[in-house]
């Protein structure tokens, strides 16, 4: 799979680019701040509709169109995958004012023809490397499930919906929560959205099971590799409700997570979260929200039996995502049957020598590759000769000679 060419207008501080893309890695050089970063999340925001740096569409629109009659920003790529031989991906963004409410719209275009965001699942697949992904260790657990549900959902499209379908799910039934505790409804009424909820759970927990498992194995190998096969790494889900293959959803004191080696389909779930809901009723109401469920759980990270997040040092924790996001890779490439695009934003600076020249040689298969530097010295001459150099500069790309 691959970015044949790409296209930008009035994206983050792009005023217009035009690039065609050459199989294989390509080195994005310059200065911060001169715009290697957003093309990179340009590339991502066509795979996945989303930024990993804002949550807010409105940041991505070039500050000079703000002024604009219709504000808007552009993506286009054709892109080339075993499934075809060319598919072009669209996605527009437009700010649009209605009166005093200011919203931005989006549309998406495949091969031409209007689709939704959900159509996006597939087209183009990447995994992205960054030196934030330490959060993943050291931040909040909201964002390691956000992980979760970026990496499911570009290869699972039921996961993806079961997703969205969820979230609209508790949004509906913390309010009628918090319309109970005020004595404005029933709760039986309560009955008919648990049941919808607990179908939806079902689905993201035992995809997130699944996932783990693969990345588990994958992650272990690279690890022990990494470490010299002195340290064991070991990724714990922790569902803030714990389905069980006996069914009685229970979590003990004794049990730090699900067991990832037995697999628990969503039919096995769906009943055990549902009796779950219904036992934590009554708190639910006295409190007005959903205390359990896939929007709580958690991911820990353990080396050789400790939590990497509380106990690890500084360097462990980048090797645990190094580890991690090589299982990712792998677990990409096997599951769409050829290698993603790979994005890394300055990564390699962050790793020693040793890591460095690791990661190089694990990426060196892929059909293409894009990392940003502001020291190209740091390559090997190797890599260099076989890589496509760009000078990035005020938004504006000139090849390296």
């Not at 310059?30 to 409105?58: C, F, H, M, R, V």
């Not at 996006?120 to 992205?128: A, H, P, R």
């Not at 993603?340 to 298969?365: C, S």
Request: with cysteine.
């Amino acid at each position: 799979m691959h970015i044949e060419y790409l296209s930008v207008t009035n994206f983050r501080n792009f005023a217009r680019l035009e690039l065609a893309f050459p199989q294989g890695p390509v080195l994005l050089h310059g200065a911060n701040a001169q715009g290697k970063t957003s093309l990179l999340e340009a590339i991502y925001y066509l795979a996945t509709s989303s930024s990993p740096y804002t949550t807010a569409d409105w940041q991505l629109i070039n500050w000079r169109a703000e002024n604009d009659v219709i504000p808007f920003t552009r993506l286009s790529a054709d892109v080339v995958s075993r499934q075809s031989p060319l598919n072009r991906i669209e996605v527009t963004l437009t700010r649009e004012r209605n009166g005093g409410e200011v919203r931005t719209r989006k549309d998406i275009r495949l091969n031409g023809v209007n689709r939704r965001v959900m159509d996006l699942v597939g087209q183009v697949n990447v995994v992205l490397f960054l030196p934030r992904d330490l959060s993943l260790i050291e931040g909040s657990p909201a964002e390691r499930r956000n992980y979760l549900n970026a990496t499911l959902c570009q290869t699972n499209r039921a996961y993806c919906e079961a997703l969205g379908i969820f979230e609209k799910l508790l949004t509906q039934r913390n309010a009628l929560l918090k319309r109970i505790l005020d004595r404005q409804a029933s709760p039986d009424e309560l009955e008919f959205w648990d049941g919808q909820l607990a179908d939806q759970a079902g689905v993201l927990i035992a995809g997130r099971q699944r996932l783990l498992r693969d990345l588990e194995n994958r992650a272990q190998r690279v690890h022990l590799d990494l470490t010299g096969r002195r340290e064991v790494l070991e990724i714990e889900y922790q569902p803030s409700f714990l389905p069980t293959a006996e069914g009685d959803g229970q979590l003990s004191f004794g049990t730090p997570g699900l067991d990832l080696h037995r697999d628990l389909s969503a039919q096995e779930i769906v009943p055990q979260y549902l009796d779950a809901l219904r036992a934590s009723r009554a708190d639910h109401i006295e409190r007005g929200m959903t205390l359990s469920g896939p929007h709580r759980d958690e991911l820990r990270f353990q080396i050789n039996q400790r939590d990497v997040g509380l106990y690890g040092s500084r360097g462990q924790a980048r090797t645990a995502v190094l580890s991690l996001k090589l299982a990712e890779l792998e677990w990409m490439r096997d599951s769409i049957g050829e290698w993603p695009l790979l994005l890394l934003d300055e990564v390699i600076a962050e790793l020693d020598a040793d890591r460095r020249a690791y990661l190089l040689e694990r990426i060196d298969g892929a059909t293409q590759s894009i990392l940003t530097t502001t020291d190209r010295n740091i390559f090997t001459p190797s890599f260099l000769a076989r890589a496509v150099s760009w000078q990035v500069m005020e938004g504006q790309i000139t090849t390296i000679s």
